[in-house]
């Protein structure tokens, strides 16, 4: 992972470490399972329209930074339903978001927002990773339309599990900020 930042990256970092983290006295359970006493929560960062265009503008910035070209920008609802808004309202680029469930009425779809279709380069994004398993099944569901994965920028990654799963699948991975970032314990692989 290269360590070039955008310009834009040091408000985005501001705003993720005042806002979006909160040291708990007690550990609480984290999604993959692990305890934690670092509490991070990406949508309250970017709770506001101006606060989700500075993350969002940093966001684009670490992609274009790292060559990551794409048409469409989403992942699994919720975590990236407000990043993938953002950056698409900042690129001018189509959002979409993966649903959790199928759609059991209608076009009875996984995915919703642009029609994505063979060819669309994708970039996927989430507010937290801990282990990278949301994103990997948004993946794993928009992988049969025959679209083509540009990358994979989380707002938070918790820890190295991620891009480890992602570069198996030869994507790039850039977090915009990391554990080592805010200074707090990584998750493990379990």
Not at 73 to 78: D, I, R
């Amino acid at each position: 992972m290269s360590s070039r930042r955008p310009e834009t990256w040091q408000a985005a970092f501001d705003l993720i470490r005042t806002r979006g983290h909160e040291r708990r006295e007690e550990p609480f359970k984290l999604a993959s399972g692990q305890l934690s006493h670092d509490y991070i929560d990406g949508k309250y960062a970017v709770d506001t329209g101006e606060r989700l265009t500075i993350v969002s503008r940093a966001v684009a910035d670490l992609a274009a930074e790292h060559g990551i070209e794409f048409d469409a920008v989403g992942g699994l609802t919720m975590g990236a339903d407000p990043l993938a808004h953002g950056v698409a309202m900042v690129t001018g680029k189509a959002w979409f978001s993966v649903r959790k469930e199928q759609k059991q009425r209608g076009r009875e779809q996984w995915v919703e927002g642009t029609r994505l279709k063979a060819g669309d380069r994708v970039l996927l994004v989430d507010d937290v990773i801990s282990t990278g398993g949301s994103t990997e099944l948004a993946f794993d569901r928009i992988a049969p339309l025959g679209v083509v994965v540009t990358g994979v920028i989380p707002m938070v990654d918790r820890g190295d599990v991620a891009a480890g799963r992602f570069a198996k699948r030869g994507v790039p991975f850039h977090p915009l900020v990391t554990y080592r970032d805010l200074g707090i314990e990584p998750v493990k692989d379990v």
